[in-house]
């Protein structure tokens, strides 16, 4: 069983910044692809961000420049580096996991193991 627990999120103001944290435990079998995803309610769930096994960082075209995404294997935690934050950017923020090959970094079907999610509201 793999447990995910997402933390930082808040209410911030247009142009300012956030830090959300994510930290994995459980059975480990193999290397790991972890993800940021973000829903607003009512809405499909928009992938924002992956971090491979290995190693590739990917971010989505509508936070590139603005949003840093960062794994440390050694404390199975995944981090997501919020900066220049607007409106658009308020969701329910998930962090997502999945073990060995990862086909598409930004589908969520290919991830099986979710958090509970974090909330981000920015504000205008």
């Known amino acids: 069983v793999v447990e995910l627990v997402e933390s930082g999120g808040g209410s911030v103001e247009a142009g300012g910044s956030l830090k959300l944290s994510c930290v994995a435990t459980g059975h480990f079998y193999s290397g790991y692809n972890m993800a940021w995803f973000r829903q607003v309610s009512g809405q499909e769930r928009e992938w924002v961000a992956t971090?491979?096994?290995?190693?590739?960082?990917d971010v989505a075209e509508s936070v590139k420049g603005r949003f840093t995404i960062s794994k440390d294997d050694a404390k199975n935690a995944l981090c997501l580096q919020m900066n220049n934050v607007a409106p658009e950017d308020t969701g329910m923020y998930y962090c997502a996991l999945r073990f060995g090959v990862l086909a598409d970094p930004a589908d969520p079907s290919w991830f099986n193991h979710w958090g509970s999610g974090t909330q981000v509201t920015v504000s205008s």
């Open positions: 971090a491979e096994n290995d190693g590739t960082e």
